[in-house]
């Protein structure tokens, strides 16, 4: 009975969508099989994403604590925490 009550939510996840790796199956810096975006990779530096992706098209500002910014690409959006990466989300089309 232990293993059905363990295997329940794991089979409701997948049926889901969702995958045992959660967000590391979504590795930013690769390309999406859905979106065929690349986006800079979590970890590098604001010169290195202006170097490899150009100039973006907004920057917003930093705010909260830790200082959190955002820059706006035309199909994504990449975050910072201080200087470096966080995330990058690709808009919707």
Known sequence: M???KIL????ALFAAGWSLEGAAAMRVGAMS????????????T????E?????PEERAPAVGQPPISRWVYK???VYFEADR???SVVHER
Do not use: E, L
């Not at 099989?33 to 590098?44: E, K, L, Q, Y």
């Not at 604001?46 to 994403?49: A, G, H, P, W």
């Open 51 to 55: 170097k490899r992706f150009g100039a």
């Open 75 to 77: 199909d994504y959006t």
């Open 33 to 44: 099989d859905a979106t065929s975006v690349a986006t800079p990779r979590n970890g590098i």
């Open 46 to 49: 604001k010169q290195d994403v």
């Open 2 to 4: 232990k293993s059905a």
């Open 85 to 87: 990466v966080i995330h």
């Open 8 to 11: 329940f939510p794991v089979v």
